[in-house]
């Protein structure tokens, strides 16, 4: 029946094989009705069915022939059987690490070190045979006093530094950014609010409404920056006020 089906189809054993991916040899022993290659009757089916699929009979159908042919469908199994759920699987016992010793070591470790210390002194140094344990006091000769090294403190230069102070009469969106492009502020400024921004050498501002802000650059207005609802761009340096 698979080889009729076969040859119908314009197949070759080959080509079949390659489509199910079952050995040329294990295809010619099942259309011989020969299947004791196949490993047992669970894998024979299996192949019947692939084999069945790709020269276009009933998968199904053909496998039920066989059942037919070959003592009836198997039998179902019981999963207990399969995979005996009884059966206690003994795992080695793991074991922590033992914290009680860890703790009582340096607890150990701890007293030796407080005896050293009240049986040799208050020195800088307490010697115990040949080792010597240095004190953490730290070693400075009598009446010199400690100092701390000074912070140092920013190099930048005020002459370059652009100071951008605005003030919404009403809300309004405002952006603002350095001269290598970091964002200062971006967002809206509420009616009221005054705020200030200082960067070096040059910051850029977007204003959404220029008729909605009064805007200073290094403590002088500036004038004629545009309307209500105009939106406008400039760049301000360090010197005065400049349009870009």
Not at 26 to 37: A, F, G, T
Not at 143 to 155: G, L, M, V
Request: proline share 6%; charged share 20%; glycine share 10%.
């Amino acid at each position: 029946m698979l080889r009729a089906a076969r040859q119908t189809a314009g197949l070759t054993i080959s080509q079949v094989s390659a489509a199910t991916r079952i050995r040329e040899a294990m295809i010619q022993c099942l259309e011989q009705d020969d299947y004791d290659q196949c490993g047992g009757a669970f894998y024979a089916r299996g192949h019947i069915r692939a084999v069945a699929r790709a020269v276009g009979l009933d998968p199904e159908a053909t496998v039920h022939l066989y059942d037919q042919q070959h003592g009836g469908a198997p039998q179902p199994m019981a999963a207990s059987a399969v995979f005996q759920t009884d059966r206690k699987i003994h795992l080695p016992e793991r074991r922590g690490p033992n914290w009680t010793m860890a703790l009582g070591v340096a607890l150990a470790i701890v007293m030796v070190f407080g005896m050293m210390r009240v049986l040799g002194g208050t020195g800088d140094q307490v010697r115990t045979g040949d080792v010597r344990v240095a004190s953490a006091r730290p070693s400075v000769p009598p009446n010199t006093p400690i100092t701390e090294t000074p912070r140092p403190t920013p190099s930048a230069s005020a002459k370059n530094t652009v100071t951008v102070r605005i003030k919404a009469k009403r809300s309004s969106y405002v952006s603002l950014h350095d001269a290598e492009g970091h964002k200062l502020f971006s967002g809206t400024l509420k009616a009221g609010k005054t705020s200030t921004w200082r960067a070096p050498e040059k910051v850029h501002v977007l204003l959404a409404d220029a008729g909605a802000v009064t805007v200073h650059v290094n403590g002088k207005r500036v004038k004629g920056l545009g309307g209500s609802g105009d939106v406008v761009r400039r760049a301000f340096g360090p010197q005065k006020p400049q349009e870009r």
